[in-house]
């Protein structure tokens, strides 16, 4: 049985494991001391560029075209309200999406990444949308919050890394982004690419709105002096 798994044995079995486990969880100075072990000479700009590029090419690979078209139209259906939330890094990242998909179609709702983030489900409908950014080490946060959006009919779609946030496991949607670069921090490159993605299709299905709710905002933006104009 082992052979069929392209392994010689259950202890080369079991040491993958073992290894894909440790990767998952490891910490900054566990990936760094890693990559330290494994880098070519080079300049840092040339040895990250081309860990980097690849990470994009292959995060584009493993992705099944007709998923993509399946969550744009998930997300363009407004009557479907939108929840997006991500953890301590991928935070930024999760209302970096929510601001383009706000300013898209109404009902879509950043969530709180404190413990007020409960109070959210109260409006959250059977067929509503969680979209959730999450890579390794998983926070239990996150987690708990995917497997109760899911029990109360949810659509959950975890945005995540190689290893798949343990959300996947309720989602009929899953992406993953390759993360690991030769740094004690990953990279979320890969995953702004798939979100970025996702904006520009949602942007054209919806495009009508899309232009009315954004000449609504850069009035807006004009009466509160927000950018600097060049007159």
Request: charged share 25%.
């Given at each position: 049985?082992?052979?069929?798994?392209?392994?010689?044995?259950?202890?080369?079995?079991?040491?993958?494991?073992?290894?894909?486990?440790?990767?998952?969880?490891?910490?900054?100075?566990?990936?760094?001391?890693?990559?330290?072990?494994?880098?070519?000479?080079?300049?840092?700009?040339?040895?990250?560029?081309?860990?980097?590029?690849?990470?994009?090419?292959?995060?584009?690979?493993?992705?099944?075209?007709?998923?993509?078209?399946?969550?744009?139209?998930?997300?363009?259906?407004?009557?479907?309200?939108?929840?997006?939330?991500?953890?301590?890094?991928?935070?930024?990242?999760?209302?970096?999406?929510?601001?383009?998909?706000?300013?898209?179609?109404?009902?879509?709702?950043?969530?709180?990444?404190?413990a007020s983030w409960p109070?959210?489900?109260?409006?959250?409908?059977?067929?509503?949308?969680?979209?959730?950014?999450?890579?390794?080490?998983?926070?239990?946060?996150?987690?708990?919050?995917?497997?109760?959006?899911?029990?109360?009919?949810?659509?959950?779609?975890?945005?995540?890394?190689?290893?798949?946030?343990?959300?996947?496991?309720?989602?009929?949607?899953t992406f993953s982004g390759?993360?690991?670069?030769?740094?004690?921090?990953?990279?979320?490159?890969?995953?702004?690419?798939?979100?970025?993605?996702?904006?520009?299709?949602?942007?054209?299905?919806?495009?009508?709105?899309?232009?009315?709710?954004?000449?609504?905002?850069?009035?807006?933006?004009?009466?509160?002096?927000?950018?600097?104009?060049?007159?």
């Amino acid at each position: 049985m082992f052979q069929k798994l392209g392994f010689s044995g259950y202890g080369q079995l079991q040491a993958t494991l073992r290894d894909e486990l440790c990767e998952m969880i490891s910490g900054p100075v566990a990936k760094r001391n890693v990559w330290m072990e494994r880098l070519p000479e080079g300049h840092v700009l040339n040895r990250f560029a081309r860990r980097t590029l690849e990470d994009q090419r292959r995060t584009i690979d493993q992705v099944d075209p007709d998923d993509i078209d399946a969550l744009c139209r998930l997300l363009a259906d407004r009557d479907r309200r939108t929840f997006v939330a991500g953890g301590r890094i991928t935070g930024t990242l999760a209302r970096y999406f929510y601001l383009h998909l706000q300013m898209m179609r109404p009902d879509v709702r950043l969530m709180p990444s404190a413990a007020s983030w409960p109070h959210d489900l109260l409006d959250l409908n059977a067929g509503d949308v969680l979209v959730v950014l999450d890579v390794r080490r998983h926070e239990d946060a996150t987690l708990a919050m995917g497997q109760m959006c899911h029990e109360r009919g949810a659509e959950v779609v975890p945005v995540t890394d190689q290893w798949r946030s343990p959300i996947h496991r309720v989602a009929r949607l899953t992406f993953s982004g390759r993360i690991a670069v030769p740094s004690a921090w990953d990279w979320v490159a890969s995953l702004l690419l798939l979100t970025e993605c996702v904006i520009a299709s949602v942007q054209e299905t919806l495009w009508t709105s899309v232009r009315t709710r954004t000449d609504d905002l850069e009035a807006a933006f004009d009466v509160t002096g927000l950018f600097r104009k060049f007159e």
